[in-house]
C-alpha cells in the first residue's frame, strides 16, 4: 500500500489494477460499522486521493457480507446531548459528502449486502453504484429519532424523485438491489458473483479513458449537487439537532432491545 494512504489504517486499501486504488470497509464481525475515528478517516481520505497522481479510478466495497451498517452504537451514544461532539461530526458529515463530490477521480461502489448511514454516503454518491441482489440500502435516521441527513437531501430525489424519495426516507424501507436499478437509486444491479468484477472491469475501463475528459464530466455533472448545497447543508443541521432530543435516546434504545421504538406522539413542530 503507498505510504500516502498508511494513516487511514481504519480502513483496507490495495490496487487491484493499474492506476485503480479499491477501499474496503474492513469491519465484518459488525457488517462494517463505522466508529468515530472511521468517520473521521473515511472523511478525509478524499483529499488525498485527488491529489493522488499514481491513480484515475476509485472501487470502494465492504469485506463479508455487508458494504458497510452505518455509525456504530458507540458513535451515536457518544453524541447524544453533546453539543461539543455534534458540532464535531456536523462538520465532518458535511465534509465527507463534499469531499467525495469534490473528487477528481471517478468513485464506484460495489454494493455487496446491507449499506446504511455513513457507508451509504459512500454507495449512492459514487459516481458509478452497482449492486448486488443482495444488496439491502436503507436510511434508517428517522427510525433512531432523527432527521434523514447525510445524502438523502440532496441526492435521493434526484436519483429517484421526490415522491419515492419521500417514501423511503420518512418510511425507512429497505431497498433491495434489484427495486434500487428499478427507481434509479443506484446504475445497476448484477449478480452477486459478479459484483466485484464488474466493478473492477469498470474501474479498469475509466482508468484508461480520457481523464480529462472524464474527470469533466463528473465536474459538470456534480453541478446539480453543489447547487443543492444549502438543502443539504439545512438537513444536516436539522439531523444534529435531533441529537439533543428524547426521541433519539429512544429509538437507540429500542435498537439494542431490538424492539420497535415508542416515540412521543407530540410534537411543537
Not at 458507540?74 to 461532539?85: A, C
Not at 464535531?88 to 464506484?108: F, G, H, M, R, S
Not at 438523502?152 to 424519495?165: D, E, F, H, N, Y
Request: net charge negative.
Amino acid at each position: 500500500m503507498s505510504e500516502r494512504y498508511a494513516k487511514y489504517d481504519k480502513l483496507k486499501f490495495d490496487y487491484p489494477a493499474d492506476r485503480v486504488l479499491r477501499i474496503t470497509f474492513d469491519r465484518p464481525e459488525s457488517f462494517n460499522s463505522v466508529d468515530a475515528e472511521t468517520h473521521t478517516q473515511m472523511t478525509d481520505m478524499w483529499i488525498d486521493i485527488d491529489r493522488d497522481p499514481d491513480i484515475n479510478a476509485v472501487i470502494v466495497t465492504g469485506a463479508g457480507k455487508a458494504f458497510s451498517a452505518g455509525g456504530d452504537f458507540s458513535l451515536i451514544e457518544k453524541m447524544i446531548g453533546d453539543s461539543h461532539e455534534i458540532m464535531k461530526t456536523w462538520k465532518e458529515a458535511k465534509d465527507l459528502v463534499y469531499n467525495i463530490i469534490n473528487c477528481n477521480k471517478p468513485i464506484i461502489s460495489a454494493i455487496n449486502g446491507p449499506a446504511a448511514g455513513a457507508g451509504l454516503v459512500v454507495a449512492i454518491l459514487a459516481d458509478i453504484s452497482i449492486a448486488g441482489k443482495k444488496a439491502k440500502i436503507v436510511d434508517g435516521h428517522p427510525r433512531l429519532g432523527v432527521a434523514a441527513g447525510d445524502v438523502a437531501a440532496i441526492i435521493w430525489p434526484l436519483l429517484t424523485s421526490m415522491a419515492k424519495a419521500k417514501y423511503y426516507l420518512m418510511t425507512c424501507k429497505p431497498v433491495s438491489g434489484e427495486e434500487a436499478e428499478r427507481i434509479g437509486l443506484v446504475s445497476m444491479c448484477v449478480e452477486d458473483d459478479e459484483l466485484q468484477q464488474i466493478a473492477l472491469d469498470t474501474a479498469v475501463e475509466l482508468a484508461n479513458g480520457s481523464q480529462s475528459a472524464i474527470r469533466w464530466t463528473k465536474y459538470s455533472l456534480n453541478n446539480w449537487l453543489r447547487q443543492a448545497g444549502p438543502i443539504f447543508d439545512a438537513s444536516t443541521a436539522l439531523e444534529m439537532l435531533g441529537f439533543m432530543s428524547e426521541d433519539v435516546k429512544e429509538g437507540v434504545l429500542s435498537h439494542r432491545e431490538k424492539r420497535a421504538p415508542n416515540f412521543r406522539k407530540d410534537c411543537p413542530l
